[in-house]
């Protein structure tokens, strides 16, 4: 063979070696990307449970799913994010109950004010009982209910105390948009308008608002308390969080994918999830003191004239919240039982 074939040939397997290999990097399938929404702000802990789910993901799928993070309610408020999910427009997202609950309004009664004794007993009556009704009234309105997380304590906060219920007849409230949001502002006297999370700290400034209840987990890092600095800690509920995805969506995906999302999920139980929530809610109320903020505590008794104008409001709660709500405060009722036998 002359020098010139020999040249020609090696040239030739060397196009045939470059072509094959080109087909092989074309023919890497592109991840499947997956729109993650959140009301969180920046430097929350919820930010940082995200950032490390979507890690999970990646090496769960071995780069096949990436979460895309869309943070501080970049795509809007998650009353209306959470109705985004369940039409497919965005694919998934971390809600707390109250948004969700404009979904499926059984969910509100999570939020039923001095109803739960703690923190430990929602936690065991939401995880032994409520996950399956919860993820079958989901997929009824068209949403994969994927796990829980964690909101924290809601407490009621102003430019001053809220000791007592009169502290807040007649003043004007920041209701989320939940029936019993609503009803409960009413039944202390207040008058309820709902606010959206975003425009919050604004309804303060321009006197739209004089009082919410928040968690300090979004209380701080959002700046709200720079112009609401007073924190009354009445621990008028336990806020759970939901973490879920656009049902079609889910479906659609390959068995492979569904196990990776879900092997990421089970990474992180709701026991860990809640744990670095709560741990991070004392911190913060350091800090609010630290910069200047107040924190006020109400007394037993104080609390308990509190309890005594809302725990009669339970039943037309109930009623007000329709659906199932009667079912799902038995079951609610049952589950509570139970977890106090344990005890």
Wanted: aromatic share 6%; net charge positive; glycine share 8%.
């Amino acid at each position: 063979m002359t020098p010139v074939r020999a040249g020609i040939r090696t040239a030739m397997a060397l196009a045939v070696a470059l072509s094959l290999g080109t087909t092989a990097v074309q023919a890497q399938p592109k991840p499947l990307t997956l729109r993650y929404t959140t009301g969180a702000p920046a430097k929350t802990p919820w930010v940082m449970q995200l950032e490390r789910f979507a890690k999970d993901v990646e090496e769960e799928s071995s780069s096949a799913i990436k979460i895309d993070q869309f943070i501080a309610a970049q795509l809007g408020n998650e009353q209306d994010t959470a109705q985004q999910i369940a039409r497919g427009r965005i694919d998934m997202g971390g809600f707390s109950s109250g948004a969700v609950a404009l979904l499926v309004p059984e969910i509100a009664l999570f939020g039923l004010p001095f109803y739960f004794k703690s923190p430990a007993e929602q936690d065991c009556v939401l995880d032994t009982a409520m996950t399956k009704p919860t993820t079958e009234l989901l997929a009824k309105k068209g949403i994969q209910f994927l796990g829980w997380t964690e909101v924290g304590t809601v407490d009621v906060v102003g430019k001053k105390p809220f000791l007592t219920p009169k502290d807040v007849n007649g003043v004007k409230a920041a209701s989320a948009a939940n029936k019993v949001s609503s009803m409960m502002w009413s039944a202390l006297g207040a008058n309820p308008s709902f606010v959206g999370i975003t425009e919050i700290t604004s309804a303060f400034q321009t006197g739209l608002t004089d009082v919410n209840a928040t968690v300090v987990t979004f209380y701080l890092p959002s700046g709200l308390n720079k112009v609401a600095n007073v924190m009354t800690r009445l621990e008028l509920s336990n806020s759970p969080g939901i973490i879920m995805m656009n049902k079609a969506t889910w479906d659609r995906m390959p068995k492979d994918q569904q196990s990776a999302l879900m092997r990421a999920i089970e990474r992180r139980p709701p026991s860990q999830l809640r744990g670095e929530i709560r741990g991070f809610e004392e911190t913060l109320r350091g800090m609010h003191e630290k910069g200047g903020g107040q924190i006020v505590k109400p007394t037993a008794a104080q609390r308990d004239e509190w309890r005594k104008v809302l725990e009669p409001e339970w039943p037309k709660m109930i009623k007000e919240v329709g659906g199932d709500a009667d079912k799902w405060f038995q079951m609610m009722e049952s589950a509570r039982k139970a977890c106090e036998a344990k005890r």
